[in-house]
C-alpha cells in the first residue's frame, strides 16, 4: 500500500509564501498523475492544480499564476509551491495520487492533509 504524507503547511501573513511537500512511501508498479487539494471549513475540496507523470500541469483559475505544481519524478515527492497568498486561501491542503498498483488497478491514494492558513 501506498501512503502520502503532506508538510510544509503553517501560518502566513497575506502576500506570502509556503511551500507543501508530499512524500510517497510503499510499494507500487508506478504513480501516474498527482495532485493537491484543498478543503477549507464548510466547503467541499477542490482541486488546485495537477501534474502528470510526463509532466503536464493543470491549475484552478485560483491557483494560475500564482501557484506552481512540481513533482521529482524519479522519487515522485510532490510540490506545491504558493506565492502571493489570500485569506481565502485558508484550508487544509490534501495530496493526491493515481496509484498503479502491481495489479494494474488504478487506486487514488490520499494524505492526511496539512494545514494552510493566511491571516494577519
Known amino acids: 500500500q501506498v501512503h502520502l504524507v503532506e508538510s510544509g503547511g503553517g501560518l502566513v501573513q497575506p502576500g506570502g509564501s509556503l511551500r507543501l511537500s508530499c512524500t510517497p512511501s510503499g510499494i507500487a508498479y508506478s504513480i501516474d498523475t498527482m495532485g493537491w487539494f484543498r478543503q477549507a471549513p464548510g466547503k467541499q475540496r477542490e482541486l488546485v492544480a495537477t501534474?502528470?507523470?510526463?509532466?503536464?500541469?493543470n491549475y484552478a483559475d485560483f491557483a494560475e499564476g500564482r501557484f506552481t505544481i512540481s513533482r521529482d519524478n524519479l522519487k515522485n515527492t510532490l510540490y506545491l509551491q504558493m506565492n502571493s497568498l489570500k485569506p481565502e486561501d485558508t484550508a487544509v491542503y490534501y495530496c493526491?495520487?493515481?496509484?498503479?498498483?502491481?495489479?494494474?488497478?488504478?487506486?487514488?491514494?490520499w494524505g492526511q492533509g496539512t494545514q494552510v492558513t493566511v491571516s494577519s
Open positions: 501534474i502528470t507523470s510526463g509532466g503536464t500541469r
Open positions: 493526491n495520487a493515481r496509484v498503479v498498483a502491481l495489479s494494474g488497478a488504478k487506486v487514488d491514494t
